[in-house]
């Protein structure tokens, strides 16, 4: 506590000495420019004794503000307003005169008339800047919100719930090594204590499915189920569209399939929270969600959590001023790489420091103060995402010196949320967990120079074109960006639209994961069809040093997984054990690689060929189809490997020696959870008439209907 009490004043008088710093220097400049207003003798004085002058000025001036400021209000509470406002600049203008009589020698002289300008200049001048510094101070913002919080206590009385409620706040790409490597550096004081001596929480691993991406692991976290989603774009051959997760349409239409193949609404049906997803999670209250997005018009709840922050003035000070910072953060760090040559590097120009602004400060300020007022709401069930660390981390590299500073100020969020969480109505367990990791390594283009599109037409015996194409990333920040601003987003296929014939394949990209499909073949095409249409692919893309395996259908064996030199393995064969030699090109990729793989050939719009990159174990590198050093999306290293952070109060995620394995599993574990806190109960018999009222299978479109609980205002 008497630290705590430190710190604070350190905090208060640092921004006293730099609003003090902040009016000299103005009153300096307001001498120089006002003929009517002096801060030196008549005979001239030097530069130092000219800035002493001003500080002697400036500190008479604020120090008689602080102490004769209160009591001249207080004397003046029965003059009218508009009077009071008009005596204002003439009480400041009295307060700088007498305040220039002391200093010494008489050196601050100043008319009555300018003396009103300068102190009306100066005292605007102070009073942003001390406004600045004290909403930048996480302190200060919390205490803000702490007095929101009585206000509305005071107005609404009434005793919080006794059943705790759960906020699970997602760490976006972060993985479980990176998390333990950045508490061991001391980047992560909050954690740090969470798992330090007598440990309030538990860290527990847990394995992604084959597709180590958001859309597919929230999907099957807030929902239940991720089945058929195969990677986070695809193409769909029944309606010749690309569904692509982190766009409002496809969002949309997952969600929905979802709740039709389960039953239920989601994790937070019962007075829950979606801040920041790609989903809602049958949440009634919803900020930054982009399943909503695709609704247009002034209700759209996916940007009301903008508009509902930013109308608090102080919060747009504070953002504004860490948006800009970080700019010329990512534009220092980006210069910095290029001069020290760093490999890998990819281009950071563009409009990209602002999209990483935006990542990691405007939505992060966002999503995490929706948080704390839903705490201080006394919500149930909170679940929200933070984008920060994966912007990042795709562009630096999951482990450089830029992802942990993004680390660092996560950590500092955590703990913002935990001081909250004492002032809250109700008590409140904090599960903190990731949806995937991220891979080191350089992109595919970048060590073979082409594309994974150029090297399947040219196993195709198809033209190439001269120039490499570039595979643009799919990171969540962009998508977000786009619908902050309410602009309209492509639904066509970037490698569809630009096929000049229906026979010529689509090729997506997904991380380190690429999808194969013939467009005019309207089934998944078999491994003979494959060879007898271009006898060439198949090896071709076997064979290459920068792919790890093959998954095709064959027509009498089913899945197949193909490797170099001729290896396959029949996935209906494996008898389950981890066996190197029975698992031949997934040997490396390990424990599980295979049971992932399967599943996911079981999907009705699993492609035509699916490649997984080139994985080094040792290294733990992959090779991104995307134009990313820090990828994920299918299997190789930290990707598949995020974590689970939870209260000890809380029963174990699974018994001792087990496995964490998928998102769906993910999924019962948390709704455990919230039942050992007689928290929300799914009531499925009201939930499913409306969210599978529609049963129209299809692609994702504008307009898709989600849930009607999804359909009210925030």
Same mark, same amino acid.
């Given at each position: 506590?008497?630290?705590?009490?430190?710190?604070?004043?350190?905090?208060?008088?640092?921004?006293?000495?730099?609003?003090?710093?902040?009016?000299?220097?103005?009153?300096?400049?307001?001498?120089?420019?006002?003929?009517?207003?002096?801060?030196?003798?008549?005979?001239?004085?030097?530069?130092?004794?000219?800035?002493?002058?001003?500080?002697?000025?400036?500190?008479?001036?604020?120090?008689?503000?602080?102490?004769?400021?209160?009591?001249?209000?207080?004397?003046?509470?029965?003059?009218?307003?508009?009077?009071?406002?008009?005596?204002?600049?003439?009480?400041?203008?009295?307060?700088?005169?007498?305040?220039?009589?002391?200093?010494?020698?008489?050196?601050?002289?100043?008319?009555?008339?300018?003396?009103?300008?300068?102190?009306?200049?100066?005292?605007?001048?102070?009073?942003?800047?001390?406004?600045?510094?004290?909403?930048?101070?996480?302190?200060?913002?919390?205490?803000?919100?702490?007095?929101?919080?009585?206000?509305?206590?005071?107005?609404?009385?009434?005793?919080?719930?006794?059943?705790?409620?759960?906020?699970?706040?997602?760490?976006?790409?972060?993985?479980?090594?990176?998390?333990?490597?950045?508490?061991?550096?001391?980047?992560?004081?909050?954690?740090?204590?969470?798992?330090?001596?007598?440990?309030?929480?538990?860290?527990?691993?847990?394995?992604?499915?084959?597709?180590?991406?958001?859309?597919?692991?929230?999907?099957?976290?807030?929902?239940?189920?991720?089945?058929?989603?195969?990677?986070?774009?695809?193409?769909?051959?029944?309606?010749?569209?690309?569904?692509?997760?982190?766009?409002?349409?496809?969002?949309?239409?997952?969600?929905?399939?979802?709740?039709?193949?389960?039953?239920?609404?989601?994790?937070?049906?019962?007075?829950?929270?979606?801040?920041?997803?790609?989903?809602?999670?049958?949440?009634?209250?919803?900020?930054?969600?982009?399943?909503?997005?695709?609704?247009?018009?002034?209700?759209?709840?996916?940007?009301?959590?903008?508009?509902?922050?930013?109308?608090?003035?102080?919060?747009?000070?504070?953002?504004?001023?860490?948006?800009?910072?970080?700019?010329?953060?990512?534009?220092?760090?980006?210069?910095?790489?290029?001069?020290?040559?760093?490999?890998?590097?990819?281009?950071?120009?563009?409009?990209?420091?602002?999209?990483?602004?935006?990542?990691?400060?405007?939505?992060?300020?966002?999503?995490?103060?929706?948080?704390?007022?839903?705490?201080?709401?006394?919500?149930?069930?909170?679940?929200?995402?933070?984008?920060?660390?994966?912007?990042?981390?795709?562009?630096?590299?999951?482990?450089? %010196?830029?992802?942990?500073?993004?680390? &660092? $100020?996560?950590?500092?969020?955590? +703990? @913002?949320?935990?001081? /909250?969480? !004492?002032? =809250?109505?109700?008590?409140?367990?904090?599960?903190?967990?990731?949806?995937?990791?991220?891979?080191?390594?350089?992109?595919?283009?970048?060590?073979?120079?082409?594309?994974?599109?150029?090297?399947?037409?040219?196993?195709?015996?198809?033209?190439?074109?001269?120039?490499?194409? %570039?595979?643009?990333?799919?990171?969540? &920040? $962009?998508?977000?960006?786009?619908? +902050? @601003?309410?602009?309209? /987003?492509? !639904?066509? =296929?970037?490698g569809h639209r630009s096929s000049p014939r229906r026979?010529?394949?689509?090729?997506?990209?997904?991380?380190?994961?690429?999808?194969?499909?013939?467009?005019?073949?309207?089934?998944?095409?078999?491994?003979?069809?494959?060879?007898?249409?271009?006898?060439?692919?198949?090896?071709?893309?076997?064979?290459?040093?920068?792919?790890?395996?093959?998954?095709?259908?064959?027509?009498?064996?089913?899945?197949?997984?193909?490797?170099?030199?001729?290896?396959?393995?029949?996935?209906?064969?494996?008898?389950?054990?981890?066996?190197?030699?029975?698992?031949?090109?997934?040997?490396?990729?390990?424990?599980?690689?295979?049971?992932?793989?399967?599943?996911?050939?079981?999907?009705?719009h699993c492609a035509d060929i699916m490649v997984n990159?080139?994985?080094?174990?040792?290294?733990?590198?992959?090779?991104?189809?995307?134009?990313?050093i820090g990828s994920h999306g299918g299997l190789g290293?930290?990707?598949?490997?995020?974590?689970?952070?939870?209260?000890?109060?809380?029963?174990?995620?699974?018994?001792?020696?087990?496995?964490?394995?998928?998102?769906?599993?993910?999924?019962?574990?948390?709704?455990?959870?919230?039942?050992?806190?007689?928290?929300?109960?799914?009531?499925?018999?009201?939930?499913?008439?409306?969210?599978?009222?529609?049963?129209?299978?299809?692609?994702?479109?504008?307009?898709?209907?989600?849930?009607?609980?999804?359909?009210?205002?925030?």
């Amino acid at each position: 506590m008497n630290e705590e009490r430190w710190r604070r004043a350190g905090s208060a008088l640092w921004r006293m000495v730099a609003v003090w710093g902040v009016s000299t220097l103005t009153m300096m400049v307001l001498a120089g420019i006002l003929p009517d207003f002096q801060l030196q003798s008549p005979d001239g004085d030097s530069g130092t004794r000219i800035a002493m002058t001003a500080a002697l000025g400036a500190g008479a001036f604020g120090l008689l503000g602080a102490l004769v400021w209160p009591l001249l209000v207080r004397a003046l509470l029965l003059v009218p307003a508009f009077v009071l406002a008009v005596l204002v600049f003439f009480l400041n203008g009295s307060l700088l005169l007498l305040a220039l009589r002391l200093v010494p020698h008489g050196r601050g002289e100043v008319n009555p008339e300018t003396a009103v300008v300068v102190a009306a200049v100066m005292s605007a001048v102070a009073s942003a800047t001390g406004g600045a510094l004290a909403v930048r101070d996480d302190a200060a913002y919390r205490r803000r919100l702490y007095r929101l919080a009585d206000r509305r206590a005071r107005r609404e009385p009434h005793s919080g719930p006794a059943t705790p409620g759960t906020v699970f706040l997602q760490l976006d790409g972060v993985g479980h090594d990176v998390l333990l490597d950045a508490v061991g550096k001391g980047l992560m004081p909050a954690v740090a204590q969470m798992l330090g001596g007598m440990p309030s929480h538990r860290l527990t691993p847990w394995r992604t499915d084959w597709s180590s991406q958001t859309g597919a692991s929230q999907l099957g976290i807030l929902h239940g189920s991720n089945f058929d989603a195969p990677a986070f774009r695809w193409y769909e051959k029944e309606t010749r569209e690309v569904v692509v997760s982190n766009r409002p349409a496809s969002a949309g239409e997952l969600q929905r399939r979802a709740i039709e193949r389960t039953g239920d609404a989601g994790l937070l049906s019962l007075d829950g929270a979606s801040r920041g997803n790609l989903f809602s999670g049958g949440a009634d209250q919803l900020a930054l969600v982009l399943s909503v997005a695709v609704r247009r018009g002034r209700h759209n709840r996916s940007r009301a959590g903008y508009f509902a922050y930013f109308s608090d003035p102080a919060n747009a000070v504070r953002t504004a001023l860490s948006f800009a910072a970080e700019v010329l953060r990512e534009m220092t760090q980006s210069t910095r790489a290029r001069l020290r040559k760093e490999r890998p590097r990819m281009g950071r120009g563009g409009l990209y420091p602002f999209i990483r602004a935006f990542a990691t400060v405007v939505e992060r300020d966002v999503v995490v103060a929706a948080v704390m007022g839903d705490m201080l709401a006394g919500r149930t069930a909170v679940y929200a995402d933070l984008v920060a660390y994966d912007e990042v981390a795709h562009h630096s590299g999951p482990r450089s %010196r830029d992802a942990e500073k993004v680390l &660092a $100020r996560l950590d500092r969020s955590l +703990a @913002l949320i935990l001081k /909250v969480a !004492e002032h =809250a109505p109700r008590r409140y367990r904090v599960v903190v967990l990731s949806d995937h990791g991220q891979s080191p390594g350089e992109t595919f283009r970048g060590r073979y120079g082409l594309t994974l599109a150029e090297l399947v037409r040219a196993g195709c015996g198809l033209p190439v074109p001269r120039k490499a194409g %570039r595979t643009h990333s799919g990171a969540e &920040a $962009r998508s977000a960006v786009r619908a +902050a @601003l309410h602009r309209p /987003v492509e !639904e066509r =296929a970037e490698g569809h639209r630009s096929s000049p014939r229906r026979s010529d394949p689509v090729v997506l990209a997904s991380g380190n994961l690429g999808l194969v499909s013939f467009p005019d073949v309207p089934h998944r095409m078999t491994r003979q069809e494959i060879d007898r249409r271009h006898p060439a692919l198949l090896s071709t893309l076997a064979n290459h040093p920068g792919v790890g395996f093959l998954l095709v259908r064959d027509a009498e064996h089913g899945g197949v997984v193909l490797g170099a030199n001729g290896a396959q393995v029949r996935l209906g064969e494996l008898d389950g054990t981890e066996d190197p030699a029975s698992l031949g090109p997934l040997a490396d990729f390990g424990p599980g690689a295979a049971a992932a793989v399967a599943r996911t050939d079981t999907f009705p719009h699993c492609a035509d060929i699916m490649v997984n990159s080139w994985y080094d174990p040792a290294e733990g590198e992959v090779l991104a189809f995307e134009e990313q050093i820090g990828s994920h999306g299918g299997l190789g290293g930290d990707q598949s490997r995020p974590f689970l952070l939870s209260p000890v109060v809380l029963s174990e995620p699974v018994p001792k020696g087990g496995e964490l394995v998928g998102a769906e599993q993910v999924h019962q574990v948390l709704r455990r959870w919230l039942r050992e806190g007689e928290g929300p109960q799914v009531p499925v018999a009201l939930r499913v008439a409306s969210a599978v009222r529609e049963r129209r299978p299809g692609p994702p479109r504008e307009g898709a209907r989600l849930p009607e609980a999804d359909a009210e205002s925030a």
